[in-house]
């Protein structure tokens, strides 16, 4: 990972807003259609595509153009900079957690 | 639950910065008074109060003023709202790839 830090700014700025936060739940069921992807948000084109490029900045999404019909999909691994980083937070009392888990199952 | 989109648009806002998001990984560790949170940073103390406001506002940290030294802890669950967003973001390729696990593990 060449800039950790840089792409999580980037993903975590991408997804503070609830309209990209939609698009982004919306692909992660398929890819779509922009027209797609516009008609649950009462919104011009223009303001989402503004809303697209900012999600593949991020590298959140790519996108790809046939004819007159652009096809936005969710890129795989997408937020596992945001896994790996949430997974980093684990505190004392949740690593002890953890392990009362593993324990139980081992002996139940 | 009353807000979880505008508490994540919060959370999501407050860590999309390196240093609170710094605080934050310092304080999963154990709480910290202000001066041990300032160190790392070569920062002006007021700048990194604002910082801990932000955190605090977004309800990913507590504080406590005793006599002149206030101590900053993170707050238990802070980041759920988060794992619970990521959680729901699974694609059917990693839910496929989560089936084929629990199976290897069933098999083997």
Redesign the interface.
Known sequence: MPNY?GD??AV??A????TR?GV??RL???PAVVSELAAPFSMALPSLMQHLRVLEDAGLVTSEKRGRVRTVS?R?GA?DV??L??G??????EHQADRLAIHLHRTT
Chains 1, 2 share one sequence.
Do not use: G, I, N, Y
Request: cysteine-free.
């Open positions: 830090q999580l700014d975590l700025r997804l503070a807003d609830p936060r982004v739940e992660a069921k398929s969710l795989p937020l945001l896994h980083w949430l980093e937070q684990r505190t004392p009392a």
